[in-house]
Structure formats: C-alpha cells, structure tokens
C-alpha cells in the first residue's frame, strides 16, 4: 500500500485520481465521491492508494457504517419474531435470524437472550435498509463466528480497530510476546478480549487503549509499559 | 485565563484560533475550539436513529443544539441555533445517509466576541472529525465597523461595545460562496463590500487552520501505518 497520505479536505476535486481514471476503470472508496467527471473528497484525512486502483480517504472515525463482508462485534438487544436484534454501532439495529447459526433448525434455536455479544459477518448493508447479519459461512459452517463467552468487551475508533486487524500487526504481535490472550476485533471499533486472569485482560485493554491515546508511533512504548499496566 | 487579548492583534487579524480534538469519549467527534478568549465545544452524532416523525427516505435529518454558557437557551440562543442549523444544512451530504439523523451539539464556554462565528467554524471541525460527509467546508467570520467607522476583524467583546454595525459572513472552501450573511446597525453598501472582502480573505486562513489541524491529528497515525509496512520486508529479511 502506497501511504502517500496528502490531507484532503471536503469538497476539494482530486485530479490525481481522474488522471488515473483516464486510462483505467478506478475504485473509490469512502470519503470519494464522483461527481459528474470529477472526483470529489467528502471527508477530512490522508488520502490513501492502493495499487493498482483503488482510492479511499481514511479519515478518524467512531461510527460505523456497515459494508457487506465486516467482521462486526455485535450486542444481542431483543428477540424479535425468528429474528435477534443486534446493536453493531451503526444507526440501525442489525437483524440476524436464528437460522443463521451453526446447525440451527426450526426445532434447534440458538440459545441467545439479550445482553449476549456475538461474532458475526455482514450480509446485507445498504444505506436504504437496516443490516443483517450471519454467523455461519457459504458452507453452513461457523468458524470463528458466533457467541462470544466471558471475556471482556470495549470499544474504540473505528481506525484502531482496523490497525489491529492488518496482518503482521505490530502491537498485537508485541503483546502476545508477553501474555496469552484471546482476541476479537470488529472493524466496527469494538474488541473483545480474553486472558487468563482478569488483571491481565484489563493490563491488555489499557495497553491497546493507550495506543489510541499515546498516538499509534509509541507501539514499542506501550508494550514495554505492559508491565505498569499489570501493576496498575 | 491567560488566553492572548485582542488588544495585542491588529484590526486586520483574526484572533489566535486553537482547537483540541475529541475532548469528550462518547460522541462520534468532538472538538474544543477557540478564537482568542472565546471558547466552545461542538460534538457530532452521525448518522444515528431517527425518530419516525422526522425520518426522510431522501436524505439524513439534521438536529442541531446550542447551549448557553448558563441557564437554559433563550430565544437568542434559538436564533444562533438556527443559524448554525441552516449553514450546516447547506453543507452536509445528506443523501449518503438516508433514514438516518445527524445531531450536532454546540457548548458555548466563553463568549468574548464573534460568539456566532466561532459556533459555526467549531460546528465545521466537530463534523470533519466525526467523519460524516461534507460536500464542502465552511468557515464564519465576524466583523464590525466602530465608532471611529473603522473595520475591525473578529472583534473581543470589549471592543464591540460602541459598533456601529456588526457583520457574520459564511463562506464555502470550495466556491468561497456565501453561506450565511447576518447584518446589523446601519452601514453603507460600499462598507458591506469592503467588509465581505476583508471577511473572505480572513476565510481563508481559517481554512488554512482546519487542515493544519486536521494533517497535525493525523500525523500521529502516519507512524504505524509506515510500520506495518515496514513488517513484512523484515520478515523476508
């Protein structure tokens, strides 16, 4: 990924894509919109490329918006019908139905009630409808999907959230260097997180936590401090 | 508060403008912003629920909140509501979000002049951070005309005391079109030119500060993302 990472404002036209646009069909992701043969910022952030053609601006952002195939962490609120709803952080409620679980049948439903945390995939989003979601793949199978047990659940911005979830992630290599733990990140901006003790889940939290706070450069620095955070 | 007094600014000069962001952790973004010893704090909603009274399948509802620094808001601060209402509703990208609200609320903390400008321009920041989408920015400016039939730009609240008239422009960043044009006291129209430049030139500047801003908040994250990049190449290494 090429983070060239010019600060795009609102409204300003970006040539450099439509120059790209005249020779190949481009991809604009959030914060771009076309606008007859322009092409627009509609956030304020580093403008980020991926090659060959992909655009987005990735600006700091709390809320979610769903898009189909998030990994989302989501909080079982009521039972509605043959349908669970479920608060995943956007404007509305996600809806998951009780067939969309591991070898649930008719007779066979998922024992779910409200207050319960689950793992699960986004179907359907659109801006027009609410979400829906699934916990099982193509194949019926669950995965890693599903209720999330124990632990303990927080939120965060939504850029932390997908800074954890790249691969060769540094802060949570770092940290798994020093304690086991069990760890679920929704793109979303919430995590659930399961050590052996419950001094070490909440060590871990403000571990990651702080890399929101101390701004992300210091990743080295908080995990050497792990062990403040363990005292604490 | 040891905040910079107008006094030491030329009349041609807006005030030192800070900003800090997300001071509060449960909105969608937040901002604490000042313009010499004026200060407020705006936060953002967005999109969340909207009730079904207000619910449009066209385009997001906007709800905007202002507060006095005390008491409970009175027909003035009604009026600066509105005001901040209209503004954002010409910027803000409504149909990315249909059925859903956008709710923007505005403390005022200390008002020592050009309250109506800062609400505004802290209203625009506090949308920037909580990324909902903008077809452009926007930035306010306050200026008066004093006894003396002097323009002074962005005025402390000592100063305004003996004006003559007071002015709030409005303008977009991308057309620097005019998006708010509040007037009041008697003036020429050549002065209302003049000072409609004076305004749009001290515009740009604050535009200037929102990306300043903006680029120093992201500057941090710039660090790990050159790090994980960084990771693999190790690896192979």
Known sequence: ???????????????????????????????????????????????????????????YQRRYVPARGDLVLGIVKAKAGDQYRVDIGSADLASISYLSFEAATKKNRPDLNPGD????????ASADVEPELVCVNSNGKRGKLGQLADGFFFKCSLNLGRVLLRENCPALAA???????????????RIWLKAHSLRETIALTNAILALEQAGYAEIDKVCDNLEDFLQA | MNLPEKMDVPKDQLRQMNCEFNPLSRCDGSVMYTQGATVVIAAVLGPIEVKTQNLSIDGSYLECNYRPKAGLPQVKERIREATIRDVLELALLAEAHPHAKMSVQVQELEDRGSIDACAVNSACLAMLIGGLPLKFSFAAVHCIINDQGDYVLD????????????????????????????????????????????????????????????????????????????QPEAMEA
């Open chain 1, 175 to 189: 940290l798994t260097r020093r304690l086991p733990y069990e760890i679920a990140v929704g793109v979303n901006g």
């Open chain 2, 155 to 230: 005025p402390d609240q000592s100063e305004t005391f003996h004006q003559r008239a007071s002015f709030t422009f409005a303008f977009d960043s991308v057309d620097g079109d005019l998006l708010l044009v509040q007037t009041k006291g008697s003036f020429k129209i050549a002065q209302f030119n003049d000072i409609e430049c004076l305004c749009r030139a001290a515009s740009a500047q604050i535009f200037q500060f929102y990306r300043s801003q903006i680029a120093k908040y992201h500057g941090r994250s710039e660090a790990i993302a050159e790090k994980v990049k960084e």
């Open chain 1, 117 to 124: 945390l689950i793992y699960a995939r986004v179907l359907v």
């Open chain 1, 1 to 59: 990924m090429s983070s060239s990472g010019t600060i795009v404002m609102p409204g300003e036209r970006i040539s450099a894509i439509e120059e790209v646009a005249k020779s190949k069909r481009v991809i604009l992701g959030p914060g771009l919109r076309r606008l007859d043969d322009t092409v627009v910022a509609s956030k304020a952030g580093p403008l980020r490329h991926k090659e060959p053609n992909t655009f987005w601006v990735d600006n």
